[in-house]
C-alpha cells in the first residue's frame, strides 16, 4: 500500500480543490482497506473515504489525520449469469463499458458518472432516469464501530434520491453486486455511447467541476431551472464561477479557493431563495476544516 505524507489533494478531485491531508493511503485490496481501517481507529486517527473525487468539496484548508484513496480496488467480474461484482474503486464509466461489452444491461446510465462504485453507492448515483438503487442487489459493507464485514441488500441500504443510510464517516463500501439484464452488447454499446455523446452536449468542456452543485428540490423543478430563471449565470467569487453552458455546475477558473466556492454557492442559495421561495441544499459532500458558518451552506433547510 502506497502512504505519503502532506499530500495535496487537489489533484484527487475533479474540482481540483483542496489541501494537505496529513496523511494519503492507497490500499490495493479489500484486506488492506479492512485492516488500515482498524488500526486508524485503534490509534483514534480522523479517517476519510475518497473514491473519484468528483463529488467533493475539500477544504484548502487541509484534512486532518488520514485519506484512504480507493482507486486501487478495481476488480470486476461476472459471479453468474446477469450478476456482475465490482470493487468500490472501480470506475463506474469503465464499469459501463465493461458490462456493454459482456452483454449486460441497465449500467448504460453510468456511463458519464464520473466517480466510482463506493462513491456511486454513497450517493445513489444516477441519471438518464436510472440510479444505483435500480440495479443493486448487494454490498459489501464494513462498519468502523465494530469492524464488521456484512453484505447489505439495497433494501437494508435504504436509498433515497441521492442519498442512502450509509455514512461515510463510519461505513466503507468494499464491494458492490449488480443485477443486469442480459441483452446484445451492440444494443447496449450503442445506449452507452448516446448517453455519453449527450453529456459532451450538455455539461461543461474543459473546466474543472463536480457535477451538479445542488439537488433537485422536487422531481418537477430541477435546480438548474431554478438557478437558470434566476440569473446565476454570472455569479463569480475570485475564481469559481457558475458555467454559462449549465447552472447548476460550478466551475474551477483555475486555483479557486473552497472559501471562494462556498461563498458562491451562499450567493446561489440566496438569488433563487429571494426569486422563488425554494430551498436549495448542496448534492456534493464536503471534507476536511470548514467553519461553522460554512457548513451552514450544507444544511438541509
Ligand atoms: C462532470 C460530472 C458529471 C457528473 N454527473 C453525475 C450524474 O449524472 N449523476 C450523479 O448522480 N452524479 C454525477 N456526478 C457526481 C459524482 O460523479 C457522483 O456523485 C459519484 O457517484 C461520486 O463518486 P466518487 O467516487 O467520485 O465519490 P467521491 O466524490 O470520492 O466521494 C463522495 C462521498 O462518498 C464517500 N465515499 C467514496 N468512496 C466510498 C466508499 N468506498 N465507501 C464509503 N464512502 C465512500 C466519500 O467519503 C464522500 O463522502 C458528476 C460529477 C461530475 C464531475
Known sequence: MEISQNTSLARYTTLKIGGDADQLYHPHTKEELIELVATLERENTPWHLIGGGSNLLVSSAGVKGAVIR?????NIRVLSPGLLEAEAGARLPHLAKQ???LGLSGLEFAVGIPGTVGGGVIMNAGAHGSSMSAILQSALVLDSLNGQVTEMGADQIEFEYRRCILDPKRHCV???KFVLDIAEPEVIEAKTQANEDYRWKT???GFA???STFKNPRPDRT???LLDQAGVKNLRH???AVSAIHANFVINLGGATSQEVTDLLREMQATVKEKFGEDLTPEWKTMGEFTSEELKVWEKK
Open 238 to 240: 475570485g475564481n469559481a
Open 70 to 74: 480507493t482507486t486501487h480496488l478495481t
Open 174 to 176: 468494499l464491494s458492490a
Open 99 to 101: 458490462a456493454a461489452k
Open 209 to 211: 467541476n463536480a457535477g
Open 203 to 205: 455539461q461543461p468542456i
Open 223 to 225: 435546480a438548474g431551472y
